[in-house]
Each structure stands twice: as C-alpha cells, then as structure tokens.
C-alpha cells in the first residue's frame, strides 16, 4: 500500500491553485525526503512549441525554490523533427515557456545520443548521474498508452533516443482506407513527411519514426496500429524503461490533473481540455499516483482514448516491481 496525498481543486476555496500547491507540499512532507546537499533533477515536460496545456512554470518554481541551488530542471530531446529535438532549439523553448528561472539540463546531449545502459535501456546520460529526482507530470490522454502520467514521464521521458527509437519501433500506423476522407491533415501534419499526398495516402515507413502523431491529428480515426500487440509492445517497454531511470534513486512524483487534454504535451495543436480540473497529487510510488490520477478521469479518458487500454502501463508496473496499485488517499 503506498500514500498518495491529494489537493482537491475541486474543493470551494479561497486560495488561489498556487497557494494551494504550497500547502500540498508542506502538509505531504515529501520533498523533505530530498538531500538538499546532492544534485537533484527536477523532471518536467515544458510543452512543445504552441501546446499551451504543460505543468505551468509557477508550479515548478514553487519546487524549484525548496529544493536549493543543486536543483536543476530536465527533459530529454525528442525523435520528431521540431525545437526539442536538439538542445540549442530547445534550450531556447524551455526559456521562451516560462522556465528561465532555473538551469535547464539537456538529458541526452545535444542530439539526443548521451546514454548509459541501463537494464538494457538507454538512458539519458544525466538522469543516470543523478541520485534524486522529483518527477512534475501533466495527466493527460494519449494515443497508445491511454493516459500520461509519471510512469509515462519516466519511461519515455527520461529516455536518451535511441530508446524512444525501440519503444515505438513497433508503433507503425495503418490507413484504413474506407474511412479514409482525403482531407491530408496527416500530410501536413506528419513531422518526417512519411505520407504521401496521394489517393489514397500511402505511408512510408522507412521514414515513419512510429510517434503515432497522425493516429490523433487524423479527424476520421482512419489511421489506426494494432492495439493489443504494437501497443502493449510499446507500453511494456515504456514500463521497463521507467524503472530504469529510477533505480537506485530517491524520487519524488507530483502528478497535475489539470488542463486535461485529448493529446500529449508533445502536440502543438492547441485544443481545449476535455475535462474540468480535478486536483494534485504527490507520493512516493509512480504506479500508485499513476493509479490515483487515472481513478479520478477514468470516464474522461475512456471517452477521449476508447481504443487503448489505460490500465495497462499500472498491470504492467505492478509486475515488475516498479510500484503497487494499492492505494492509500489521503486528503489535504
Ligand atoms: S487525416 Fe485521416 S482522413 Fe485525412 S487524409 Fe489522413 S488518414 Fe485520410
Ligand atoms: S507515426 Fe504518422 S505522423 Fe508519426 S512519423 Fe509515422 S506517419 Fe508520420
């Protein structure tokens, strides 16, 4: 059984989310279990350029300043093409999205290519130096996994790339033909121009990296992959890669579930959120505030994402020793 603490936003309350953040943290205790005297990353997601819907750089600035000056801030590059994609582009992103307050560390070098084995998993060279974490994700659907949360942080998030390259090597989409309007939002949306402005669309998948991007841009869901083996395939190694990069760590995980959108963080399409604010969680255990977080959107995930299987990455966690689903709620 883990302690998961939670802020209830939805809760009648004076404060504003900021004041109320605070006392989350001072009433769980948690990041005191942080040694202020060693390095500590704190993991974020920053929002890809034009995503408005990313954990808010108030939020992390309220960590930031507890944690002291060995406190850094950390995201790894990604495989599609687009300013996080190398670490000059994206430091410049990080500052242009609120962060510049803290240092900002490139996980994975400049390209994405400083790894350290780890489990057999390529792991962002940094994240591997690091003896602590706190790990601040945005719960939020997403096309393979179902939802994003900590787990979803860590595994694919904390990976050097060629990591990520495994993880969706198996994530190939597919055209359904039939349902298919020829409208070419995939076309223009597709980072690695892997489809073709045909009739009708062919992909090309020596250039296709499997970020499954089209599978949510595509208005008639006629781009699809096969559920149950590519992406559990996908999910399983999301798993296997999360506990690698906290091993051997102290890590602490605050989950928002707020601005609960359809998509990623890694979208640049603005869309509204698909649900109302909930709350936010801190624990100790990235399976159980995953579990937690999930509980509380269930409906709202199932109807956004009806083709996954969200409680797959929390059956998957339990059975490999990265966490419990067994949960203990306490209330702020
Ligand atoms: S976005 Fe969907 S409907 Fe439009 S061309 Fe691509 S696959 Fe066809
Ligand atoms: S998954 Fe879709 S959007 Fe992503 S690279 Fe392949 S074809 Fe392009």
């Known amino acids: 059984m883990a302690d998961v603490h939670f802020l209830d936003l939805r809760e009648k309350s004076e404060d504003n989310y900021l004041k109320r953040f605070s006392r989350l943290l001072d009433e769980s205790g948690l990041l005191d279990r942080i040694d202020r005297n060693r390095p500590i990353a704190i993991k974020i997601h920053p929002g890809e350029a034009g995503n408005l819907y990313y954990v808010k750089p108030h939020y992390v600035r309220i ?55 780890i489990d057999g998993c390529e792991i962002a060279a940094v994240i591997d130096a690091v003896p602590q974490m ?60 892997a489809i073709s402005r045909t009739d009708p669309p062919v992909i090309d998948y020596q250039r296709c990296t499997g970020c499954c991007g089209c599978l949510s841009v595509c208005p ?45 963080d890694c979208f640049h399409t603005i869309e509204p959120p698909i649900g109302p604010d909930v709350g936010i969680l801190i624990a100790t255990d990235p399976v159980a505030i995953d579990k937690a977080s999930y509980d509380l959107i269930e409906k709202i995930i199932r109807k956004a994402q009806p083709q996954t299987e969200p409680h797959y990455q929390i059956e998957k966690g339990v059975e490999i020793g990265l966490g419990t689903d067994q949960v203990q709620l306490i209330r702020i």
Not at 94 to 103: L, Q
Not at 222 to 244: F, K
Request: overall charge positive.
């Open 220 to 264: 008639y869901r006629a781009i699809g992959i096969e559920w149950n083996a590519e992406a559990r395939y996908t999910t399983e190694g999301i798993v296997r890669y999360a506990r690698a990069a906290v091993k051997g760590k102290t890590c602490i995980y605050i989950n928002f579930v707020i601005d609960i959108t359809r998509h990623c």
């Open 63 to 117: 960590v930031y300043e507890r944690l002291g000056n060995r406190a850094f801030l950390t995201d790894t590059t990604t495989l599609y093409p687009g300013e996080r994609m190398i670490a000059p582009t994206y430091q410049r992103l990080v500052k242009a999205h609120g962060f510049g307050f803290a240092p900002f560390l490139v996980a994975d070098g400049l390209r994405g290519e400083a790894s350290k084995q």
């Open 134 to 193: 706190v790990v601040i994700s945005h719960i939020k659907g997403h096309m393979v996994t179902g939802f994003g949360g900590a787990i979803k942080n860590l595994g694919m998030g904390c990976s050097a790339k060629a990591g990520k390259l495994w993880m969706h090597s198996r994530s190939k989409p597919k055209l359904r033909e039939e349902r298919c309007q020829r409208c070419y939002i995939c076309v223009e949306y597709c980072p690695n121009q």
